[in-house]
């Protein structure tokens, strides 16, 4: 039989950027670099090519580590069927914030596995909940941002979450005056302006009424 294998499986959405404190941690418990498995997945993405990727790669003995259980998956029943599947395999679970649950417990008999399993589906939705709640948190900010020319500010940066409306300058409204008083002609009101044909019908319906 082949020497059983050490792995760890760090992931982290898109927007965050913590995975070199979980790469440190992971090395720091010994375990070799090419063994530490990153994935940057937005959200519940189902994709995950490299956590499938390890799951083959895994063998019965090996040992898994994995900060916490929303490692596996991000909702109730992802993190359950992962778990399951992985200890059916015969992989050893090490989860660095909760190693109650480690499947490598010395104390195996019926009463602590049971203990053990009632931790572990409450630990799965006290992750899912949490995830819940953050995404909720995230839609509440972006709907209290204030609305400025028809797009959402973010408070932070500043910044419009779409394209901003283009200004209405002065010489942009005498440009289209002199056009809707055929002073000149729409190929050289567009030359003027830099703008195209249904941005220019855009601009001429704002500046209509001034």
């Known amino acids: 039989m082949g020497e059983n294998n050490i792995y760890a499986l760090i992931r982290v959405s898109t927007e ?30 189902t994709e995950r090519a490299k956590y499938h990727k390890l799951v083959k790669r895994l063998k019965t003995g090996d040992t898994l580590f994995i900060e916490n259980l929303d490692r ?10 992962e778990w399951h599947k992985l200890t ?7 989860i660095l914030d909760t190693p109650m649950i480690d499947t490598d417990q010395a104390d195996n008999d019926l009463l602590n596995k049971f203990i053990r399993n009632i931790l572990l589906h409450t630990f799965a939705y006290n992750a899912d909940s949490e995830w819940h709640k953050i995404k909720g948190r995230q839609r509440q900010g972006i709907d209290i941002m204030p609305i400025i020319n028809g797009k959402r500010i973010s408070t932070k940066t500043k910044r419009a979450t779409g394209r901003p409306k283009a200004k209405i300058t002065k010489k942009k409204i005498e440009i289209i005056k002199q056009y809707q008083n055929r002073e000149i002609d729409l190929d ?5 302006l830099k703008i195209k044909k249904s941005a220019f019908y855009n601009l001429s319906k704002a500046v209509k009424g001034k």
């Open 16 to 45: 965050e950027q913590n995975e070199k404190r979980q790469v440190v941690k992971m090395t720091n418990l010994g375990i070799l670099k090419e063994n530490i498995i990153i994935e940057k997945e937005s959200g519940k993405s």
């Open 88 to 94: 059916q395999k015969g992989i050893i679970l090490k």
């Open 72 to 81: 596996l998956s991000r909702d109730y029943d992802g993190i359950i069927n």
């Open 188 to 192: 050289t009101a567009l030359i003027l």
